[in-house]
DNA sequence: CGTTGCCGATTGTCTGACAGCCAGACATGA
DNA sequence: TCATGTCTGGCTGTCAGACAATCGGCAACG
């Protein structure tokens, strides 16, 4: 029997384990700001209100510590981190290096049915910064089309990391108003030269969205 | 009474928690190759060379995953990663990116205290790679000098764990002849140009130096 | 008014337990 | 003989409960 039937791919369980479900439900609190920046993580807290055991819990926020979205103070626990300026500038840095790297992979290592769906991606994008349509959720599947077809696990988990901390400041620096169009712009260039195979001028283009992106949230941030 | 009398430093916590503890003796296995790619790691096994029970193993266990030198299968549990030659070429680019901006906040906001202890250190590295004294532990002060002076907690914690990923090849890379002493003089011209204050130099200087690395790393896998 | 000492809140760690899942051994039947 | 069920041991996933160590604040005290 040809395994290719199913799917090269080993089957992506479909049954996450506890664990994983309550991480996301944490890390959603988180970036909802349901969580603030500063405030403290009680383990007992947690327990109560997600209904899971305190191991399961501690496990969590290990995890969500290696993400950098939680900062843990020896025998004190865990806090939601709180970035300082200088550091979202060289998270943003970071981004701009490392998704302009994905880029090039995207280029050297997607198909043409992956080229189509991030053009999609971006048309979606473009047209929720019209008004209507969830702009959050535009831009999350065009990363997610991004990573797919950059192909990299390294990359990816990094880049999700870095991702992660930034949206600790998305929902400011998405408010500049004009700010959607723009950076929607800004994508559909990188996506004109993934399609003409063109690995520098993707990259560069990317690096550029990245440092206006960072720009518009850095004056919210100090202003 | 004055507080700089201690250093201005919050105290690096003397007494680390015993998970901390624990990670780094299995971090130190990991990378001396004592627990080979592929191998599992069965919690209790774990619990018994240790001595410590599994709940602080399981924890110990997230943070290495997170850190990429575990991948741990849903079901299955741990096991060292062992990584692909497309996994070991993007992490060397995604260094050569992260490292040559670590390089630019240097020369931005290191002291002249830090560029000398930067130049000891380089030279420390020279002079082992002639033969004498240990040339890892040359090269992990060399990388300790260069995150404390660039002083940024996001990078320093990313590339920590890119490092520690490279380090699953390095045994092998670094066994290339001739190799350290070619490294010693590219790591060389990357001091010199942060002698100099020439951020865009150093940063070129330090990328042509991971690459070159990544040459020889992989030539030693594909080979 | 600055110290000192105590107390509650929380984390760090351990023990023991039980269900569920997986892989491989084993047995069964065509 | 080969394919198909079935069983079993080895692990992981998760839980509950317990106890010491430590931190932070508060109150008594000099």
Redesign the interface.
């Given at each position: 029997m040809r395994s290719s039937v199913w799917g090269s791919e080993p089957l992506p369980?479909v049954a996450?384990?506890l664990r994983e479900q309550v991480t996301d439900r944490v890390r959603a609190a988180i970036l909802d700001l349901r969580l603030k920046p500063g405030e403290r993580l009680i383990e007992r807290e947690l327990t109560e209100s997600l209904g899971v055991s305190r191991?399961t819990v501690?496990?969590v926020i290990?995890?969500l510590a290696?993400?950098?979205l939680v900062t843990v103070v020896?025998?004190r626990g865990a806090e939601v981190t709180s970035l300082s300026a200088?550091?979202a500038a060289?998270?943003y840095?970071?981004r701009a290096?490392?998704e302009?790297?994905a880029v090039r992979?995207f280029v050297q290592r997607a198909g043409e049915e992956q080229v189509r769906a991030l053009r999609a991606a971006v048309d979606e994008i473009a047209r929720s910064a019209d008004g209507d349509g969830d702009h959050l959720g535009a831009k999350d599947r065009f990363y997610e089309v991004l990573m797919e077809g950059s192909?990299?696990?390294?990359?990816q988990?990094?880049l999700a990391?870095?991702q992660a901390?930034v949206r600790l400041l998305r929902a400011t620096s998405l408010s500049a108003p004009g700010r959607p169009a723009r950076a929607a712009a800004e994508l559909r260039a990188v996506v004109d030269a993934i399609e003409a195979r063109d690995a520098d001028a993707a990259a560069e283009a990317c690096v550029l969205h990245i440092r206006h992106a960072a720009e518009t949230a850095t004056a919210q941030l100090t202003g």
């Open positions: 369980r996450a384990p191991a501690r496990e290990r995890q290696a993400e950098g020896p025998q200088s550091d060289d998270i840095e970071m290096s490392l302009a790297l992979r192909a990299s696990g390294p990359l988990q990094t990391g870095l901390r």
